[in-house]
């Protein structure tokens, strides 16, 4: 099992956070309350902020991984702050097109 890193960096408005490992019941919370933390801090800047979430050294990803991502995407709208998942390995994508959510996170 590989725990979830999850690296922080903000640049001109852009707040991008890199995650490593496995994201599934065991990490969410971690990674869930990591996110709404950075969805805070874009809400208070003073121009529209971006949150990136870079995945490519992501190892393993279940259902309670992928329901954290779908709700902090729904934050993000609801706050009006942009956010893009990059760097998304061939499984992950595949099981975003699975179930539909491609066309949402991506």
């Given at each position: 099992?590989?725990?979830?890193?999850?690296?922080?960096?903000?640049?001109?408005?852009?707040?991008?956070?890199?995650?490593?490992?496995?994201?599934?019941i065991a990490t969410t919370e971690v990674f869930r309350?990591?996110?709404?933390?950075?969805?805070?801090?874009?809400?208070?800047?003073r121009r529209p902020a971006e949150l990136v979430i870079?995945?490519?050294?992501?190892?393993?990803?279940?259902?309670?991984?992928?329901?954290?991502?779908?709700?902090?995407?729904?934050?993000?709208?609801?706050?009006?702050?942009?956010?893009?998942?990059?760097?998304?390995?061939?499984?992950?994508?595949?099981?975003?097109?699975?179930?539909?959510?491609?066309?949402h996170l991506t």
């Amino acid at each position: 099992m590989d725990a979830l890193h999850l690296t922080t960096s903000r640049h001109d408005g852009t707040l991008r956070v890199s995650v490593a490992g496995e994201l599934d019941i065991a990490t969410t919370e971690v990674f869930r309350g990591h996110l709404l933390a950075l969805l805070q801090e874009a809400g208070r800047a003073r121009r529209p902020a971006e949150l990136v979430i870079e995945v490519s050294r992501l190892s393993f990803i279940d259902a309670a991984g992928l329901g954290i991502l779908v709700s902090v995407q729904n934050q993000a709208v609801n706050q009006h702050t942009r956010l893009h998942i990059e760097g998304v390995p061939p499984s992950m994508r595949r099981l975003l097109r699975i179930t539909g959510l491609d066309r949402h996170l991506t």
